[in-house]
């Protein structure tokens, strides 16, 4: 056998190793795509405001949360916070702090709701500054989902919500930020 004889089977080894390599690599990529499309997706669809300026002055919240996934999932756990700040941004009143444990089922399309209400306390935070923007209000809500049968949260949403001023804006509340993202290793 010469040299050239040799080579071939090297070669188609080569040739054949590769192929497995690359039918791996799309394989893992099917199961990534299949997972990333077929999981539920729940987050803020949007949130309505309306002010009341009789007495008491106040504005009332609804935020109107989605399962926009093409499976069922599970809100495992809710925590939701509205505050105050000052000119600067800084937090000078806590209106609500509520961590809630339990299991909300919802199914694709589905919604639920969380609302919510800030009335003028006379000396610390009134609803005409907020309107006027000199002071902010804002809405934080996490949920931790899973896929349903999980006992354990797989993702998680959080988004942070500036309710909007009265100034060339339509009333209600503007995304400050949002975050949805696994907290396992799909």
């Known amino acids: 056998m010469d040299i050239k004889g040799k080579a071939i089977p090297a070669i188609t080894t080569i040739i054949s ?5 690359m039918s791996t690599i799309g394989i893992i990529y099917a199961i990534k795509t299949y997972n990333i499309s077929n999981r539920p997706y729940i987050g ?3 949130v309505n405001r309306e002010t009341h300026m009789d ?12 399962n926009a996934g093409k499976v069922p999932g599970v ?3 809710e925590q939701f916070k509205a505050y105050i700040t000052d000119g600067n941004d800084r937090e000078t009143t806590k209106l609500i702090q509520q961590d809630v444990n339990g299991a909300k089922y919802l199914l694709p399309d589905n919604t639920f709701k969380y609302t919510g209400q800030f ?7 009134s609803v005409k500054d907020v309107i006027n923007d000199k002071t902010r209000l804002y809405i934080e809500i ?4 899973s896929l349903p049968g999980y006992s354990d949260p797989q993702y998680f949403y959080e988004a942070k919500l500036r309710a909007t001023p009265n100034i060339g804006v339509e009333q209600g509340f503007m995304f400050v ?3 949805e993202n696994s907290l396992s290793s799909h």
């Open 75 to 77: 809100v495992l756990r």
């Open 177 to 179: 930020s949002a975050i």
């Open 55 to 66: 007495s008491p002055n106040k504005i009332k919240w609804t935020a109107i949360i989605k």
């Open 17 to 21: 190793l590769c192929s497995l390599t």
């Open 142 to 145: 996490k949920l931790y989902y």
């Open 119 to 125: 009335v003028t306390v006379d000396g610390i935070a």
């Open 44 to 46: 803020i669809e949007i």
